[in-house]
């Protein structure tokens, strides 16, 4: 992967924004920002890896300040060229080591983002880096799903989770490394395309670990934003931990 923009170059930025697909779904959006909105209060909030603003534009339509920090540029090109894009600051970089002025009522990184870190190393960098963002008292929020290595037979390391005349898509575990890949092939007037993203998947407790080794604490665990229990047959969370005021 030689892209400045990571693996999210502009041949992704163009066809990210599907509005066929549940993340976009304007009832889903306006839960997650109905939370995101309660929590950061009266304060501004930072957006790791901001991307097009599917959550940025509405959160700051419901008047909080929104910055975000994203490594793609042609991303954020999309972004800023919706309503009220152009209003919202973003910051070029690595989120797991950018620092942005001020300081921040809430950080988040939603849609399995952190997994976005392919390192144990650059995760706990990231949970340091925003408890450097946030004011006392301030919350850092993380939707990411739960590792689904239940799904895989003795021996197995390929789990499909999408087949279709035209593309199919896969992901690949490393148990031993925590290493997982998302693989896409897309058929296109006859001819195959092929993509694959690489990420590392988390366990709670693990992040548990690394928002104490900042300083944070945990002040809730959910199944969604609905804000269901979280149980041990759960296949997401949206977690919350806090910088304590004192």
Known sequence: MHDTDGYFGEKVA???????????DPAVVATTVDVLA???????ALELGI???????PLAARGVPVHG???????VDRLRAK????????TIGDFATTR?????SLAYLVFNTIMNLTTQEAQVACFRNVAAHLAPGGRFVVEVLVPELRRLPPGQNVVPFHVGP??????????????????YVRV????????????????????????QLAGLRLRERWDGWSLEPFTSESRQHVSVWEKPAD
Do not use: K
Not at 14 to 24: G, H, I, L, Q, V
Not at 38 to 44: D, I, K, N
Not at 100 to 104: A, L, N, Y
Not at 170 to 182: C, E, G, L, M, W
């Open 14 to 24: 163009a066809r990210y924004d599907d509005p066929t697909s549940e993340m976009f």
């Open 38 to 44: 309660e929590l950061a209060g009266a304060g501004r």
């Open 51 to 57: 991307g097009t603003g599917r959550v940025a534009l």
């Open 69 to 75: 920090i994203d490594l793609s540029a042609a991303m």
């Open 83 to 90: 309503p009220g894009g152009a209003a919202i600051g973003v």
């Open 100 to 104: 942005v002025d001020g300081t921040f």
């Open 166 to 183: 035209t593309g199919w898509a896969y992901d690949i575990y490393d148990v031993a490394t925590q290493a997982t890949s998302s693989n």
């Open 188 to 211: 296109v007037d006859g001819r195959a395309e092929y993509r694959s993203i690489p990420f590392r998947y988390v366990w709670p407790a693990e992040l548990d670990l690394m928002a």
